[in-house]
């Protein structure tokens, strides 16, 4: 019935998934690292490849068994490629390797960010190309054009921080721990938006870039004076970056050809204060909404297999055995 294994190891979340091109998950396992990098404020890439090589293939042998699937009878195994942590990245890329080598079927090297960027045509059947995309993550914080699978024009990019990584220094500056993002959500749902005056970065500009380097600083000078409570800060400061993403977007869809739907992915797209705004902006803008599951969101396998599905749907037949582990990959 033509079923992709995704394997997901580029940061911090150990994954693997077993996805049909009917866009069931079949199966899925997916294992943090919060607590092992906690104690650092961030991910150590040593801690997290060592700890991928020790998972991922029970991880994998229960997937499978939990599918009722032999290696054998899958269409393809799909694996993140790149970008990311590079040890880890090799860990799971060339797992793939062998088991495409030993049951003799299809390795897909995937790009982690077009797992992202395709995750929501796996949540929702009807989305169709090409659509304005909002990917937003630890590591990226981009809008992009998709046009089709493999066709992706990139309209910005941040000049400093990612959103994600703005949202975990906010969080360590606050003292919520790592990861920050759902902390300073939940936090900010308590304070006030409008209690600490702090500044939009970039917004006015006519270039859709993104910069929160200068926002993540104004945050701690404010926690530095002490005369605001922790919660305002958070909610000043939530919605001083949904300020800047929807400024930024505003600019973007200004600029692109037409799209037919306005879509948020990446783990900053769980956040439900976000996707409302962005969800506003759609109707505004006479487009539809879509964003995939918090849990589709955030780095997890399903979306790479997935990605494997798309590939394999326009004739894509696989990678070569020799193809590299990439730290950096532009989509
Ligand atoms: O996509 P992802 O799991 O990993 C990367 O590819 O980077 O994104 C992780 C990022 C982290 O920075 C985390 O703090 C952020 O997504 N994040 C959130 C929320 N959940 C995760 N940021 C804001 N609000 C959330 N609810
Ligand atoms: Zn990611």
């Known amino acids: ?101 030993a049951a003799d079927i299809p390795l897909m090297a995937i790009n982690h960010l077009e797992g992202h960027a395709l995750s929501p045509r796996l949540a929702e059947p009807a989305l169709e190309f090409p659509y304005a995309l909002l990917l937003v993550s630890g590591g990226h914080c981009q809008i992009l054009r998709v046009e089709g699978v493999g066709r992706y024009r990139r309209f910005a990019t941040t000049i400093d921080d990612a959103l994600g990584e703005a949202f975990d220094k906010t969080a360590k500056i606050l003292g919520l721990g790592f990861p920050g993002g759902p902390a300073v959500e939940r936090l900010a749902r308590e304070g006030d938006a409008a209690a600490v005056p702090l500044p939009r970065p970039l917004v006015g500009s006519g270039e859709p870039h993104f910069s929160f ?17 922790d919660a305002d800060i958070a909610a000043s400061f939530q919605q001083a970056a949904i300020d800047c993403v929807v400024d930024r977007l505003r600019i973007a869809l200004d600029t692109m050809e037409p799209v037919s739907a306005l879509v948020v992915a990446g783990g900053v797209a769980a956040n439900a204060a976000m996707r409302s705004a962005l969800e506003a902006l759609a109707n505004a803008r006479g487009l539809a909404f879509s964003a995939p599951p918090p849990r589709l969101c955030t780095d997890n396998a399903a979306m790479i297999a997935w990605a494997g599905q798309e590939r394999l749907a326009i004739g894509v037949t696989g990678d070569p055995l020799d193809i590299a582990a990439r730290p950096r990959w532009p989509l």
């Open 1 to 101: 019935m033509g079923v992709v294994l995704g394997i997901e190891s580029s940061c911090d979340e150990t994954a693997a998934a077993l996805v049909g091109h009917d866009r069931t998950i079949i199966a899925q396992a997916i294992a943090s690292q919060d607590d092992a990098h906690a104690p650092y404020g961030g991910v150590v890439p040593e801690i997290a490849a060592r700890a991928h090589a020790e998972r991922l293939a029970p991880m994998i042998e229960s997937v499978l068994r939990e599918g009722g699937m032999e290696l054998a009878a899958l269409d393809a195994v799909a694996a993140t490629a790149g970008p990311g942590l590079i040890g880890g990245v090799m860990v799971g890329l060339v797992t793939a390797k062998a088991l495409a080598m």
């Open 213 to 229: 380097a200068g926002l993540k600083s104004a945050v701690l000078r404010a926690h530095e004076t002490g005369r605001h409570a």
